[in-house]
């Protein structure tokens, strides 16, 4: 529609995740980093989490793309599976027939698989994503799954990648053995301000964009709007491009970004993320990117997040309030036996 009218090669804000558009901010070359040391430093687990639409499927699909023909790959992007399923799923990926076979047999089959593998000089990893769609129960086989093991080293790699609320199951009390396995976790937050910049004209450039697009003062709104998701950005800049097409304009002002917003309705949402339409940064509340989810309780949670203006609020805001429910629930069922 708009390619031609802004001289592009193609659109610039498609929502399919596309390695050729890849941004990678300095959270997203560490989360890149720590999966590529979980095949290279053949170490057994590495979680990454995001929230919704941050861009972990297309890190996974960039490591993809990377990797050898040693490396042997099995990618579960369904995870609504129960244990039989996802061992199915598994060895599915690895080209083997499970159908028929009962739980024992699968075993037998993935464990006779990665030896066969380790023997052949191979190396195999296992991706989930959406990891945290997955029933405790499924996690805890994924971790007899990993013990799969030599003397030196471990035969199958996992990276678990996921929302937020992969953290919180991870931390719960019976969840300690899969922890414990666990060598590097790390968290992709929203861009800041500096990043959308460069990531929607990262876009731009790789689409073919040959001169100014946007207007100057629009990306601090785009970053409004959107908190920092890249996600939300494509939306938006999708929108507001095909706004500015409809109105004959070359270069994209403010009347073209507030229709555009008013199309998407974003409006009444946008109060409740930019609480008095303070200009806001992440880097102030993550001195350290992990901290947050790795080291902070509940309350710490609560205090940084309102003291801070932490926009990203609505899943974590869920997740504690679920995490502190089922405390109470079981805290009552203990005092009923």
Avoid at 103 to 109: D, G, R, S, T, W
Avoid at 120 to 130: A, N, P, S, Y
Avoid at 162 to 183: A, F, H, K, T, W
Avoid at 298 to 319: C, D, H, T, W
Wanted: with cysteine; net charge negative.
């Amino acid at each position: 529609m708009y390619i031609s009218h802004f001289g592009l090669n193609e659109y610039p804000f498609r929502l399919t995740p596309d390695t050729d558009y890849l941004y990678m901010s300095a959270v997203h070359s560490r989360a890149k980093a720590y999966m590529d040391y979980a095949i290279f430093n053949r170490e057994g687990f590495v979680v990454i989490t995001g929230e919704i639409g941050s861009g972990k499927t297309t890190l996974i699909k960039k490591l993809l793309s990377e990797l050898d023909e040693n490396v042997v790959v099995a990618k579960i992007f369904q995870t609504q599976l129960d244990e039989v399923e996802l061992l199915q799923a598994i060895l599915v990926e690895f080209g083997l027939n499970p159908f028929r076979a009962r739980k024992v047999e699968l075993l037998n089959m993935l464990n006779q698989f990665l030896i066969d593998s380790y023997l052949e000089g191979k190396q195999v990893l296992l991706i989930i994503d959406d990891a945290q769609n997955l029933s405790k129960r499924v996690l805890e086989e994924v971790t007899l799954l990993s013990g799969v093991e030599t003397q030196k080293e471990k035969i199958l790699h996992v990276i678990l990648v996921g929302q937020p609320e992969l953290n919180y199951m991870l931390e719960s009390s019976d969840m300690e053995q899969l922890l414990q396995r666990v060598s590097l976790r790390y968290h992709v937050r929203a861009l800041t301000l500096e990043e959308s910049t460069e990531y929607v004209l990262h876009r731009l450039n790789v689409a073919g964009a040959n001169g100014r697009i946007f207007q100057d003062n629009l990306f601090s709104k785009i970053h409004e709007f959107t908190r920092g998701v890249p996600r939300l950005i494509n939306t938006l800049c999708d929108t507001v491009l095909t706004c500015a097409y409809a109105s004959n304009k070359l270069l994209v002002d403010d009347e073209e970004f507030e229709n555009a917003i008013k199309e998407l309705q974003w409006g009444e949402y946008a109060s409740k993320w930019t609480p008095d339409n303070k200009e806001y940064s992440l880097k102030d509340f993550n001195e350290s990117e992990n901290d947050f989810y790795n080291n902070i309780d509940g309350p710490q949670m609560n205090e940084r997040i309102f003291n801070n203006g932490y926009k990203n609020i609505n899943s974590l805001a869920l997740v504690e309030i679920s995490r502190q429910l089922k405390r109470i629930a079981d805290s009552l069922e203990k005092k009923r036996k």
